[in-house]
């Protein structure tokens, strides 16, 4: 039996996966940051220059929103150069952090194989745990950072990729409510222990809880009496005898307590970022601009700022990303997230539905949607969606 053919664009996707990832940032190589950023920068260009010339799968809606959400994002680095006084190149710079939407046009230009892309999430989400438990094994972390989460239960590493984690999470409860195949279960419980040891609580809750509700709803009647009884063991016979679990919900209650004392710090950020920040007309449309820290007088009032008031873009998705990019900008991303819930699609792609419907949720209070690392895989997610929509025409 002959190997699948992949496609020639599949090797440069899988650079650019790495790259908008740091490679997961190994401590043991000395590169910087910028290195693998303006890599990604590279591979994205050479992936535009090669599809270029051929013809988009995606209607002419899509095509236009990703354009004019990269309009808005090219508008705030000028207005962070005209009003805040930051250099136009540095401007630039810090908004290329969030470009990756606009990889979306060559994606449809190459009419990459659904196989291809599920194969890519397979390969990063492998990779992803791999680093997790190799970094659980060191006595110091080997990829990314890590937290001495002594009110997490356990260390706590700070590893990029938990959202192509999430993606093949779905991908692979929906196939198993589907087909019954074990190896699916395999991998479903070792990603499910993955997601948990991220000891990120709105990972945990939004994977769990959407993976729950796809299973429920897509198998059988038996098999959901069967899904219920051992959901509802796992959550009062095992789970509260699990130190991690104990650690993160105490640490939630510790918070709640002080938030009944003191505003709730995400909601004062989210005002902040939406209303506190003084704005023209031209900011709120196209936004007040990427700052950049360290490398502008913008970008170091921002920093100060945000440690000084505890207000922190990253906990504010929606709203951080309306004062970088404007309500324009906004309002499209928004639209093409919800655009995900209403195609069509077949009985087993339906955990991009629910793929989309954890981005939603994700943003509110948290920063996906802004980040390079976090659209890459949404926007694979969404292109899988119109391949197969365009197909099935």
């Keep these: 039996m002959c190997p699948m053919r992949r496609s020639k664009y599949y090797g440069l996707l899988i650079a650019i996966a790495l790259a908008s990832l740091e490679c997961f940032r190994p401590t043991f190589v000395t590169i910087s940051t910028q290195v693998y950023k303006f890599l990604l920068y590279f591979l994205a260009a050479v992936f535009l220059i090669l599809t270029f010339r051929k013809k988009s799968i995606a209607n002419k809606i899509v095509s236009l929103s990703i354009l004019l959400i990269s309009f808005c994002q090219l508008m705030s680095a000028y207005n962070a150069y005209v009003f805040n006084?930051?250099?136009?190149?540095?401007?630039?710079?810090?908004?290329?952090?969030?470009?990756?939407?606009?990889?979306?046009?060559?994606?449809?230009?190459?009419?990459?194989?659904?196989?291809?892309?599920?194969?890519?999430?397979?390969?990063m989400t492998f990779l992803y745990l791999l680093c997790s438990v190799l970094n659980h094994l060191s006595p110091t972390p080997l990829f990314g950072t890590a937290d001495e989460g002594v009110d997490r239960g356990a260390t706590r590493f700070r590893l990029l990729g938990i959202y192509w984690t999430i993606f093949f999470f779905l991908m692979k409860i929906n196939r198993y409510a589907i087909d019954g195949n074990k190896h699916d279960l395999y991998w479903i419980l070792a990603i499910g222990l993955g997601i948990l040891f991220s000891l990120t609580r709105q990972d945990i809750v939004v994977?769990?809880?959407?993976?729950?509700?796809?299973?429920?709803?897509?198998?059988?009647?038996?098999?959901?009496?069967?899904f219920a009884c051992l959901a509802a063991f796992l959550f009062f016979c095992i789970l509260p005898h699990m130190k991690v679990v104990n650690s993160l919900v105490e640490k939630s209650m510790e918070?709640?307590?002080?938030?009944?004392?003191?505003?709730?710090?995400?909601?004062?950020?989210?005002?902040y970022y939406t209303f506190g920040y003084p704005r023209n007309t031209q900011q709120i449309l196209f936004g007040v601009g990427v700052p950049s820290f360290?490398?502008?007088?913008?970008?170091?009032?921002?920093?100060?700022?945000?440690?000084?008031?505890?207000?922190?873009?990253?906990?504010?998705?929606?709203?951080?990303f309306y004062y970088n990019y404007g309500i324009i900008a906004t309002i499209l991303v928004i639209v093409l997230f919800l655009s995900l819930l209403f195609i069509k699609l077949p009985d087993r792609y339906v955990y991009l539905k629910y793929y989309a419907g954890a981005f939603l949720l994700l943003n509110i209070a948290s920063a996906p949607c802004q980040s390079n690392v976090s659209i890459v895989p949404f926007i694979l997610g969404l292109y899988l969606s119109l391949k197969i929509s365009h197909e099935q025409k």
Excluded: H, W
Excluded at 207 to 226: A, C, D, E, N, Q
Excluded at 298 to 313: A, D, I, P, S
């Design 85 to 123: 006084g930051q250099a136009l190149s540095v401007s630039i710079v810090a908004t290329m952090q969030g470009f990756a939407y606009l990889l979306l046009i060559p994606l449809c230009k190459s009419k990459i194989s659904i196989s291809d892309i599920e194969q890519i999430v397979k390969i």
């Design 207 to 226: 994977s769990f809880l959407l993976g729950g509700m796809l299973y429920f709803i897509r198998t059988r009647l038996v098999k959901k009496l069967l």
């Design 255 to 271: 918070e709640k307590a002080a938030q009944s004392q003191y505003d709730n710090i995400r909601l004062v950020a989210a005002d």
């Design 294 to 320: 360290g490398n502008s007088a913008y970008g170091n009032l921002f920093e100060r700022t945000q440690e000084t008031m505890k207000v922190f873009r990253e906990d504010v998705g929606y709203c951080g």
